[in-house]
């Protein structure tokens, strides 16, 4: 008789839910939809021996693997471990990593090393929606958008923007806040059913590979259109009564024939042997041209491949800390939690610099020389006090495993897997930044863990250190406005100006705030004093986009407001066509953009750190 569910197991497909009710014993249930109610429907496991170390098995098994891609010289892939129907989802929620402005940062100095360039989404798209947070949103997406390789016509999946259930985002002036994603995760979602073993692609578009030159040989979209066509034509071609009496002979020689006539790539995905035509018109030249590896057998998976979905996210029992991984299924002593491919970087490109903005606000901002902060990219990084390298893992739900020096249950090792390049770990770090990626750190678990068990790593010293410089220097404050630079009004809207005591009575949605469209402030020296004046209508002034609220309508065409500048000032005579509704909320919580949100890199331990590495930059 079970007395109580100790945590939920893990969500295994539409029907079933798989419910921990101790250390040893898993019920599956299916929900009633007459009453909604949960039946047991069958017990899948005993209670096991303490004396035994085997443990529950696990009722469906990986999910989703790391393996070597389908694709030649393509690296790492994923492959799916279970038939996956159209509609489902596809692994676990991901964490999407916000990157600000990252080209006024960094200037694009040294831009060959900006490796997640390769991985970056546009933050502005309808399923992230960050493009309001900064006049450029970049996105880091670990899991399928950074692991899974794209292949033309293959892409089987769309990914949407979803809201973490139990999580409550942090207020401005709290301790924790900018310090971790607060944006909604990542889910995705199958379009098309997918069979057991099949990499899982992804479609980057054909302008994404024309703009790298270590992509210009390979077929474009267009390219496969036109191979599709081509065989579908020679087939019909071949098939009809003028051509039926060719020997087979005879077909290979007249396929060789017109193949030679197209161009190289189209060719390239087309087969040299005419008994495979009909094979790319029944599968479509993209998957023909990657079969038989797109599809591995379960063998070949858990022989060759690294789980990762090992791990989920859920609020984390770490006061400050966010979301938390958690384990889905045991994992035994000594075995990997999750691997970590990595991303390698130049630290120093993501340093954050104070920014001025353009006059009208199209033009990407230039910056200063003042350092202000990190991108919090670097919190998500492994990395040493010692070097200017840093390595981003793009594994599934790593990033949300936290630190705890006393309830450590997981170590960093560097990987036994045979696409870690091992020999880089004797380049020095000018060497080591020429290449994108190729090292693999692996968690591996120091005890057992449980399903359900929270997943702790130890962050090191120096992090730890770093928090708590962090924790005695911070002081609850509220929010102040935004600087001019911080507002963004992409969406401007045609209401009604109305005045702060209108307001009261009848105020705007919360999603609306007025902005006021101020030229440059001069000072003017008369008589032994400075007066501060500013021009509307000059051709030459330099206009700023900034917060304001209206005092007085002077006019039906003037008004006085409170304009919020790095100071409070009183302008009067502003015309209406210079104030507006700006589309983002009074009290956006763009906590990521705060100066002093803590940023700190993880630390890969001594031991593992190669010395080679250790150039001695200095931390800014």
Not at 157 to 172: A, D, L
Not at 304 to 330: E, L, W
Not at 489 to 498: F, H, I, Q, V
Request: charge should be neutral.
């Amino acid at each position: 008789m079970f007395y109580g569910v100790h945590s939920l197991y893990l969500n295994l497909d539409r029907e079933y839910v798989y419910v921990r009710f101790n250390k040893e014993s898993y019920i599956k249930f299916q929900d009633n939809s007459s009453d909604h109610s949960m039946k047991v429907m069958n017990q899948l496991s005993i209670m096991v021996d303490e004396q035994k170390s085997d443990y529950l098995r696990d009722p469906v098994g990986c999910r989703i693997y790391l393996a070597e891609s389908s694709i030649p010289n393509s690296g790492l892939g994923m492959f799916s471990g279970v038939n996956i129907q159209k509609g489902d989802r596809i692994g676990y929620d991901e964490l999407p990593v916000a990157i600000f402005d990252i080209i006024s940062h960094s200037e694009m100095k040294d831009a060959d090393q900006w490796h997640i360039g390769n991985y970056e989404w546009d933050g502005d798209s309808r399923s992230l929606k960050l493009g309001e947070e900064a006049m450029s949103v970049g996105a880091m997406i670990p899991g399928i958008n950074s692991a899974a390789n794209g292949y033309p016509d293959m892409q089987k999946h769309v990914f949407q923007s979803v809201n973490v259930i139990g999580y409550e985002r942090p207020k401005y002036s709290d301790l924790q806040a900018g310090a971790s994603n607060e944006y909604n995760s990542v889910r995705f979602i199958a379009t098309k059913a997918m069979p057991q073993g099949i990499e899982i692609l992804v479609q980057y578009h054909d302008q994404y590979t024309r703009a790298r030159d270590d992509l210009k040989d390979i077929p474009l979209q267009i390219d496969y259109m036109k191979a599709d066509y081509f065989a579908k034509e020679f087939l019909n071609h071949i098939s009809s009564s003028q051509y039926s009496s060719l020997t087979q002979e005879d077909r290979q020689k007249f396929w060789i024939m017109k193949r030679s006539l197209l161009e190289e790539k189209v060719q390239s995905v087309l087969p040299v042997n005419v008994t495979y035509v009909e094979d790319v018109v029944n599968n479509g030249s993209a998957l023909f041209s990657l079969l038989p590896d797109v599809i591995r057998t379960p063998e070949w998976l858990k022989a060759n491949g690294q789980c990762m979905d090992n791990i989920v996210s859920r609020p984390s029992k770490v006061q400050y800390a966010g979301m938390g991984a958690f384990a889905t299924r045991h994992i035994s002593k000594n075995s990997l939690v999750a691997p970590l491919p990595l991303i390698i970087l130049n630290k120093t490109l993501l340093l954050m610099y104070e920014l001025e903005y353009d006059e009208d606000e199209l033009n990407p901002p230039t910056r200063t020389n003042k350092v202000v902060s990190h991108q919090l990219l670097l919190n998500y990084c492994f990395s040493h006090v010692d070097s200017s390298l840093a390595f981003f893992p793009y594994s599934s739900g790593v990033q949300f495993i936290n630190h705890s020096s006393e309830k450590t249950n997981a170590e960093l090792r560097w990987s036994n897997h045979h696409h870690h390049k091992s020999s880089w770990l004797n380049l020095p770090p000018k060497e080591l930044l020429k290449k994108k990626s190729g090292l693999m750190l692996d968690i591996i678990a120091t005890r057992d863990i449980y399903p359900g068990d929270e997943i702790y790593i130890d962050y090191g010293s120096d992090w730890q250190q770093a928090w708590n410089t962090h924790v005695s220097k911070w002081k609850l404050r509220k929010k102040d406005h935004y600087p001019p630079q911080a507002i963004r009004p992409l969406k401007l809207y045609r209401y009604t100006l109305l005045t702060v005591l209108e307001l009261k009575l009848q105020p705007y949605s919360d999603d609306k705030r007025t902005v006021c469209r101020i030229p440059a402030i001069r000072e003017v020296q008369k008589n032994g004093k400075t007066n501060l004046k500013m021009y509307y209508g000059v051709s030459d002034s330099n206009y700023h986009i900034v917060e304001c609220d209206i005092l007085e309508r002077k006019k039906s065409d003037e008004y006085t407001a409170l304009v919020y500048l790095k100071f409070k000032i009183v302008i009067h005579g502003i015309p209406d066509n210079s104030i507006c509704i700006s589309g983002h909320a009074k009290n956006i919580n763009n906590n990521q953009a705060k100066k002093d949100a803590f940023r700190h890199f993880i630390i890969i331990p001594n031991e593992l750190f190669p010395l080679q590495w250790k150039d001695n930059v200095s931390e800014q």
